[in-house]
């Protein structure tokens, strides 16, 4: 990932707080720039090679690994999309459920669904305060 330094300063920098140990900071922040206003630009002419999460699995077991996974996509998608938004990734969010039964992880995606209802109240106390950071961005940016 390559940030500008002054949306950095404006947006704030990757929230290792609320993803830790590992997954959803990027996809928190891509979702954070965007609401205030900034594009994102991917390309597909870089090639990176990624070993696999071989620390983390080591760390935290393939399960945990997965429970982090989907709680933390699921915190970020909560975080800062609109209903709407969130609507469309329903049918991606279906398919997610409908695999982990034959892969004999529901259990698994269940308890990543219950770490986001238990902290449902920090999680809309932390959507408001970006939804105003973002609102402020964008209105200063006119």
């Not at 049918?91 to 992880?105: D, H, K, T």
């Not at 219950?114 to 408001?128: H, L, S, T, V």
Request: proline share 2%; hydrophobic share 35%; with cysteine.
């Amino acid at each position: 990932m390559l940030l500008r330094k002054g949306v950095v300063e404006k947006i704030g920098a990757l929230d290792a707080e609320e993803f830790s140990p590992i997954y959803g900071e990027e996809t928190d922040w891509c979702y954070r720039a965007r609401n205030a206003g900034y594009r994102i630009v991917e390309t597909d002419s870089s090639r990176i090679k990624h070993l696999g999460s071989r620390d983390t699995k080591r760390q935290t077991g393939k399960d945990w690994q997965y429970v982090l996974l989907n709680t933390h996509r699921l915190k970020a998608m909560l975080f800062n999309l609109s209903t709407l938004e969130f609507l469309r990734h329903a049918p991606g969010l279906a398919l997610v459920f409908v695999r982990a039964v034959p892969e004999g992880r529901l259990h698994l995606l269940l308890k990543s669904y219950r770490n986001n209802i238990k902290d449902i109240g920090k999680i809309m106390r932390k959507r408001k305060e970006r939804k105003k950071i973002a609102e402020k961005i964008r209105s200063g940016r006119k």
